[in-house]
Structures are given as structure tokens and as C-alpha cells.
């Protein structure tokens, strides 16, 4: 029998449910009054949080507030699949996109942002089920064999230990599957519970003197020298703003063709140790393999099964309504990853399924700008966000203090995401994309050839990091 997926809709994802009944945090009323601050922070998700942190880290004394439409942790932040991760095994694309030494300092940046988020929990005593054992990227139909080599040579190529290959065996050590052949770890991976880390943010931040008020949406941003922020009933007067509100950012005025919104969805089964434990399954090691359309997976501490991907959801002008969170069938696809990468849990229950909107750049990776004197934002964490979005805290808080150092010299700080066509045109081409690269990952698990047009639609986003260097 299939797995039942519930119907996702505007309930909260199991991680944000379980954190919130661990932890409600103490309240943060919305804003009623005008007031000034040195730095104005929109948004109170994975990016806003950490450039809290770190702004407080360099200056205690800033006086800071933090401003959240929905709650601390409630988008992106507090429902993706909670892998903090390197990219080392996305090496050769960023030294095509960026060129061979910024692409290899931007790598290495974010890893080590790995053991930072869980020595920052550790320090703070954030119980956010941090695990550093690494990332299996598994080959799991034939079009994939092999895949790991290209990433494996790149990195051995430029001196740097940084792959494990799996064969068969090795990689059955992480988890027996009958459909997987190979692939690599990835160690300077981890797993955490996004929520929990969130609301452990938010709670940290409070406990420093950062004043947030959650129910508070963002209007506008009025004047020159010394910017206002604009809420519904009231304005914070500030001497620099941070805007770090990912996917609402997307219908805004001047990011219409930075940023796409696209629909991620995550299921998570009953608790079921003992069938883990059957297929091998006993570490807290993540697991994804290669397509395109990636489907990741990882254990929960109750020993549940967390799986998204495999297909995702194209949202019209970065539009975020009741439809950003209600695709059922993008769902029923992360559910049906889970059995055909283990059949034997077919009829494992699922209890949870969940989705919404994530802003991603034509490069699939973010950006750091001003936008005006006194106003920086960083947007487009495609997803990967969680060590990006830690990098991103030290960049944003070096923008906001003026400083010319390690952070502010990063690959992605500048317009270097690369560019949409204006509606009506970029929805179709998200679209298209999106569906060209489902249906090469759908063919290739069947075992037939893709199509030419698949073919051609999987390659895109490669061939727009080859051109996007070129321009450069």
C-alpha cells in the first residue's frame, strides 16, 4: 500500500509545532508606537537572527531592533529540511560561476560555518538536535553512476580532503537501499532542528537586549539619510536597516527579476526505530542523492524520517498566497521518494506534511547589496540556507558597520545572482525549467533516456553559471 499523505495547508511544519510546545519563548507584541534604533532588522528568520548575533558580537552596545511579519522562524526558516551544509560537492560550479579562488573561499567559508551553528548551540545551551555526521550523497538510478567523480576530483585536484567516496558497501553502511550503487560523504555536513534553532535565535537575541516585535509587517521604507521603516500602527527610525525577508521580497520593486519564488515541500513519517534500525539506519548522517530535483532525507531525534524534494512548485510574480502552501501533489512527491529509496517502509504512516515559498536567484545562490545609503539586504538562499545564512549574518553585519574585510569581499556580495525576465515571462520559464528537470529525474529513475527537451531544460541552470561567468 501508498503512503497517505495529509492535505498540506496553513498549519504550522512539524518542527515549528514541536519547538513551539517545547519552548512558546516569551511574547514579542507587534510594534504600536514610532521609535529609533541604530540598526533595523526586517525579518526574523535564519538571516536576520544570525546578523543579530553577530552584529552584537562586534558591538554590544547597538541598540537593535527586530521586526517579523509572522513570527520568528514561521517561513522558510522553521520548515525546510534542517541541513546545515557545505557546499564542496557544488565545488565546480561555484569556481564556474564565481572563478577558481572565489569560488574555493566562498566553499570553504560556508563549511566552516558547520561546527560554528553547533558550537554557537552549545555555548548558549540551544538544544536544537545539532548532529555534525555528515551528508551521504547517493547515486540512486543508473543516469547517476559515477556522479560523484567530477566533485571528488575537483576537490582532490585543489589539495582538499574534503569527499569520501561510497561504494556499494560503504555507502549500504549509512542506510541499505536497494536502488543506490554508490556516491560520497560529505563530512563537514549536519543535521538540526530548524525550528528549534530558530526559536533559540530569537530567545538568545531577546536575552542581549534586541527589541522584537513579531505581527509586524514591513510597509515601506521612507526617507534618505537616516531611513524609516513603515508598520501598520507603527515606524522605527533607524540609521541602517537590514532587509532579510527571503520570498516576500520577490513581488517587491527592484527585485522582480533577481528573485523567483518557487514551493518546497516536507513530509515526515511516524516514529519507527525499529524499522531504521532494519535498514541500517542508526546514525544521524543525512542522506541526498543527485538529481536535479533532489530528494533529502534525514532522521529526527524521535527516530521519524523527514524526507522534501523530488519536485517543487513555480509561483506567478512572486505571489505568496494560500496556494503557496497548499500543493498537494509536490507533497505526494517527497512522499514518494521515500519509497522508491526504501521500498520495505511503503507502508510506514505519514502524520506531517507541510510546504511554502523560498526566493531563489537564476544562479542558486544568494546575494549581498545596498541598496541605498543606509539600507543592505541579503536574499536568495535558494534553499541552502542554513550555513548560508550564518555567512551571511558576518556579511550583513560588516555591511552595516562600513568594514572592507573577509565577509564583504565574498563572491556574493554585488548583483551577482544574475537576472529574471519581467513577468509574464519568468513564471513560465521557472516553470518550464522545473518541469524539464522532474521529468529528466522521473526518466531516469525508469530506467529510459530523457527526452532531448529534458535533456536540454536539466542542463539550464548549468549553462546560465557558465554564461553568468562569461559576462563577467
Not at 560503504?170 to 541499505?176: D, E, I, L, Q, T
Not at 536497494?178 to 555536513?189: F, I, N, T
Not at 509574464?424 to 527526452?451: I, K, Q
Amino acid at each position: 500500500m501508498s503512503q497517505i499523505v495529509p492535505r498540506p495547508g496553513d498549519v504550522r511544519s512539524f518542527w515549528l509545532q514541536e519547538a513551539l510546545a517545547a519552548d512558546p519563548g516569551i511574547a514579542a507584541p507587534p510594534l504600536t508606537e514610532r521609535i529609533s534604533a541604530d540598526v533595523c532588522i526586517v525579518g526574523g528568520g535564519f538571516a536576520g537572527l544570525w546578523t543579530a548575533q553577530e552584529l552584537l558580537d562586534r558591538d554590544p552596545g547597538l541598540r537593535i531592533v527586530l521586526l517579523e511579519a509572522d513570527i520568528c522562524g514561521g517561513g522558510a526558516s522553521g520548515r525546510n529540511g534542517g541541513f546545515v551544509s557545505s557546499s564542496w560537492h557544488d565545488l565546480g560550479g561555484l569556481c564556474r560561476l564565481y572563478g577558481e579562488e572565489p569560488g574555493v573561499r566562498y566553499a570553504q567559508a560556508l563549511a566552516d560555518q558547520v561546527a560554528e551553528v553547533g558550537s554557537w548551540c552549545q555555548t548558549h545551551a540551544v538544544d536544537a538536535w545539532f548532529h555534525h555526521e555528515g551528508v551521504a550523497m547517493l547515486e540512486t538510478n543508473p543516469d547517476q553512476r559515477g556522479a560523484h567523480e567530477s566533485s571528488l576530483e575537483r576537490t582532490r585536484d585543489l589539495g582538499l580532503d574534503v569527499i569520501e567516496p561510497l561504494d556499494r558497501e560503504g555507502a549500504s553502511r549509512v542506510a541499505r537501499s536497494p536502488v543506490v550503487e554508490g556516491g560520497m560523504l560529505v563530512p563537514d555536513c549536519a543535521i538540526v532542528q530548524p525550528a528549534r534553532l530558530a526559536r533559540g535565535l530569537r530567545r538568545v537575541a531577546m536575552e542581549r537586549g534586541v527589541r522584537i516585535h513579531e505581527g509586524t509587517p514591513m510597509r515601506a521604507i521612507e526617507g534618505d539619510s537616516r531611513p524609516i521603516v513603515r508598520t501598520p500602527l507603527g515606524a522605527v527610525r533607524a540609521d541602517s536597516v537590514v532587509l532579510t525577508i527571503g520570498a516576500w521580497a520577490t513581488g517587491r520593486k527592484g527585485f522582480r527579476t533577481r528573485l523567483a519564488n518557487i514551493a518546497d515541500y516536507v513530509v515526515v513519517t511516524e516514529p519507527i526505530p525499529e524499522r531504521l534500525e532494519e535498514i541500517g539506519w542508526t546514525s544521524n548522517t543525512g542522506i541526498a542523492d543527485f538529481r536535479e530535483m533532489l530528494y533529502y532525507l534525514r532522521p529526527t531525534e524521535d527516530r521519524r524520517i523527514a524526507i522534501g524534494g523530488g519536485t517543487t512548485g513555480a509561483l506567478f510574480g512572486g505571489r505568496i498566497g494560500r496556494g503557496a502552501t497548499r500543493l498537494h501533489p509536490v507533497a505526494d512527491e517527497a512522499a514518494r521518494g521515500l519509497r522508491y529509496l526504501f521500498p520495505s517502509l511503503e507502508d510506514v504512516r505519514i502524520t506531517h506534511a507541510w510546504g511554502g515559498p523560498i526566493d531563489v536567484t537564476p544562479s542558486w545562490t544568494p546575494f549581498f547589496t545596498t541598496l541605498r545609503p543606509g539600507v543592505v539586504c541579503g536574499l536568495g538562499f535558494s534553499g541552502h540556507g542554513l550555513a548560508a545564512t550564518k555567512l551571511g549574518g558576518k556579511t550583513l553585519a560588516s555591511m552595516v558597520l562600513g568594514r572592507d574585510d573577509e565577509w564583504t569581499r565574498l563572491p556574493v556580495v554585488g548583483d551577482t545572482g544574475g537576472r529574471f525576465p519581467p513577468e509574464p515571462f519568468r513564471w513560465p520559464l521557472v516553470r518550464s525549467t522545473v518541469s524539464g528537470m522532474f521529468r529528466y529525474d522521473r526518466a531516469a529513475d525508469e530506467g529510459r533516456r530523457p527526452a532531448a527537451p529534458w535533456r536540454m531544460l536539466d542542463r539550464a541552470p548549468t549553462v546560465y553559471r557558465e554564461r553568468l561567468r562569461r559576462r563577467r
